[in-house]
């Protein structure tokens, strides 16, 4: 599903974000991606969704080249990819059901079987009693569920989530964690990367230190 | 292509939302878009009436001849026959120092004068029309006469008309001109609209951006809205053109009636209007364009 073949990437000359990596995840497989702050955990999402190219090596998502995909090739990526974003990036203008409406509305959903999707996606992470609230009104913890639920209205077959237990209390975010477990079981390959270990029992770590990769 | 229409009916109808959300910035910009398009709008409106009015007026050359006033009317006659055997006239019309008279009795406001003076004032005349109607030839035709017995007087009537149509060219090149120009205004506006609405959702276009969305479904509200901005100004240049010919309808007649002509101030015809409006709409369109490409890359 995904492949990193000797990837670095570097902002600026002599510091590399991430530092000749290789490695791969498989169809289905639940990914733990630890390290502490700044070691590249974010940056290697990036690559994957193609938000960054890398300054060498080669990213394959699916067996595709993401950075050598051209500008209009990138939605067509994108769409396949479900992300859940350290910052949430949530529309504080819309809805919570506007806001998982919009991935939907993007690839042309049709009005009626939308709503329906975006109901079940709300169902699914315990927010369908919300979905007239503006996000503002949404607890953190609530927040991170409605990101969650953004990510995976479209069926994605890859999940990407950049810390989306932080800033949570432990409870909620078990709950969190507990989604992912859920969405790993029904068949969808789950990339996480996080700081913090104990959440995802069972899944496969990869340990990041400065860019490179633990053994 | 149902997609496609979806996509098409939602970004219309979310820029009409953002256009309504923001009702007095809306406002405002459509009133400055549409004062700035009313100027070359209303100059096309005056120069289709000015047209009117020399198509009213009769606008084939003619050459008239006035006889000395104290010529007999037999040497009128004399001119009559030799006009009549003159080569390269299509008709001749005398017209008789009484008929003048009477004419000018008919206007109130020469009556008294008229009737004031002791004796019949006006000379005979002749109004030719030449079957070759090139200036040079009228000139020479004009020359010609000039040297005829008891010929006062020669003038080329249609030297007036072609001043007028002088002028409505000169009349047309500056509205192209100005209406270039503010054109270029409206694109302006539209850009900085467009920079600004892009500003406002940069959350919204990152977000979608990163869910898969293609450059055409984040433009396409935009590109909306500087049609609807163009558009929205262009009726509101239509409605002050309008307002404008009816306000003016009444003093400009009063006007003309002064000089015994008649013409209605008419405001754009349908296609004139339709012009104005497609126009406004396509600039509107152009300064999205040019905005979204210097500010969503």
């Given amino acids: ?215 | 292509m149902k997609v496609w229409l979806t996509h098409h009916r939602k970004a219309g109808l979310l820029a009409l939302r953002r256009l309504v959300a923001a009702p007095v910035n809306s406002l405002l910009s459509l009133l400055a878009i549409g004062i700035a398009l009313a100027l070359p709008a209303g100059g096309e409106m005056l120069l289709a009436n000015a047209r009117q009015l020399a198509g009213t007026t009769s606008a084939a050359p003619q050459i008239s001849i006035f006889m000395a006033a104290n010529a007999e009317r037999q040497a009128a006659t004399e001119i009559e026959s030799r006009l009549g055997k003159y080569g390269g006239i299509r008709q001749v019309l005398l017209v008789t120092r009484e008929a003048t008279l009477a004419r000018m009795k008919t206007n109130p406001g020469l009556r008294d004068v008229i009737e004031a003076l002791p004796a019949n004032p006006f000379p005979d005349a002749f109004v030719v029309t030449a079957t070759d109607e090139r200036p040079e030839a009228m000139e020479r035709l004009a020359v010609e006469f000039r040297q005829w017995p008891k010929v006062e007087h020669v003038q080329l009537d249609s030297a007036w008309v072609r001043r007028l149509d002088a002028l409505l060219k000169l009349g047309r090149t500056s509205v192209i001109l100005l209406g270039a120009l503010l054109g270029a205004g409206l694109i302006a506006i539209s850009f900085n609209i467009i920079r600004m609405q892009v500003l406002t959702h940069r959350a919204e276009i990152e977000v979608s951006q990163l869910l898969g969305a293609t450059d055409g479904f984040i433009q396409r509200p935009f590109l909306y809205y500087g049609v609807l901005l163009g558009l929205g100004g262009g009726i509101v240049a239509w409605l002050v053109v309008g307002a404008a010919a009816l306000w003016l309808r009444a003093p400009l007649n009063e006007l003309l009636r002064l000089y015994e002509l008649t013409v209605v101030l008419r405001s754009l015809d349908a296609h004139d209007s339709a012009l104005l409006l497609g126009f406004a709409a396509g600039l509107g369109w152009v300064g999205a364009v040019i905005s979204l490409r210097q500010h969503l890359r």
């Fill in chain 1, 1 to 215: 599903m995904i492949r990193f073949d000797r990837v670095s990437k570097r902002y600026e000359p002599g510091i590399d974000a991430l530092s000749d990596l290789s490695f791969h995840v498989a169809e289905r497989d639940m990914v733990v991606v630890n390290g502490h702050s700044g070691a590249g955990k974010t940056t290697l999402l990036r690559l994957i969704a193609a938000v960054e190219k890398c300054t060498a090596g080669a990213v394959l998502v699916g067996g595709q080249n993401v950075g050598a995909l051209s500008r209009s090739a990138l939605p067509w990526l994108r769409r396949r990819i479900g992300m859940v974003f350290q910052d949430q990036k949530l529309l504080f203008d819309r809805s919570v059901f506007e806001n998982v409406l919009l991935p939907l509305s993007i690839v042309g959903f049709p009005t009626r079987d939308a709503a329906q999707r975006v109901r079940a996606a709300l169902d699914k992470v315990g927010l369908a009693s919300r979905e007239k609230a503006l996000p503002v009104m949404l607890s953190g913890g609530e927040q991170q569920r409605l990101a969650i639920a953004r990510a995976v209205v479209n069926r994605p077959n890859l999940l990407l989530a950049d810390e989306p237990t932080a800033h949570l209390d432990s409870e909620t975010a078990a709950d969190v964690a507990r989604i992912f477990h859920e969405f790993h079981h029904v068949g969808v390959t789950v990339l996480i990367a996080t700081y913090a270990n104990d959440l995802f029992p069972g899944a496969r770590r990869v340990q990041l230190n400065h860019g490179k990769l633990l053994p």
